[in-house]
């Protein structure tokens, strides 16, 4: 009798299992034929974020500016310097000053021939018909081509760099000979304009060569000068015989300075001695002359 009733209990239980097996095959079956739901859109909150950010930006830059617009204009604080004052009246013709003559404007003077400019010429001079210096070559209708000027330079190599190097513009020359032996090279060292200091910084240069002879304590014996009247900065110096490229076996006297963008140097030779007094006027009447 039990094997009887225990045939049907495994039946039943046979169909559950088969049942739930035809269950879960459905299930399958209708999850694969559903269709698949979209995926979500990345990015889209931040697309409304920065447009919401840029609209209020703008917005607000409006909104400012016509709020600023409507206002009242403020005034500005006085400014620390004074204005320019005018007279109540125009001057009367003739009252005002006038433009500067021919002799109280240095530029009309430098701007024009600056050959005559140059000192002039002792009584008796002539021009010379050989180089004054040991290297250099006679003016050409009164000029000198920097680089000519700077073959007459044989203190130093850095010389003739740098003037060449300091914007020159043009450069007269005088060269002339007096009595028997004295001969004088006249030089005027004009830089362009925009160049600065390039007078003052290349005279300072060259005068470095010479001594003070006023404080100079290391001056030679031999050595005298001073400044030149109506200038701080040119000096005059006058050397005893000694045997060098530019003066030879005889006495050198040599004056140097600048007056605006001019520089200029004087040198004179000789056999003979030569007084302070002689290179002292040279130098002082060039300094007039510039």
Known sequence: MEAVHGVPEQQEQQQQEQQQQEQQEQSEREQQQEPGRPSRRRGRTTLIVASAALLGIVGGGAIGYTIQADRPPTRLPALAQRGPA?????????????PLTAAEDRRVTTDGDLRKQLVPRPPGARTADRPVYARGGLPRDGWLTPGEYGMELVRDADGFTDLIQSNVRRIAADDWMQGQDREAAVRLVQFRAGSGLAAQETADEQLRYLPDT????????????????????????????????????????????WRGDVMFEINVFDSRPISQKDIRTLAERQLERL
């Open 214 to 257: 006023d404080t100079d304590t290391d001056a030679d014996e031999g050595e005298r000068g001073g400044t030149v009247k109506g200038s701080g900065n040119a000096r005059y110096v006058v050397r005893a015989p000694e045997s060098t490229e530019m003066s030879g076996d005889g006495y050198w006297a040599t004056a140097m300075g």
């Open 86 to 98: 005018y007279p109540a009246k125009p001057l009367a013709e003739g009252a005002g000053r006038g």
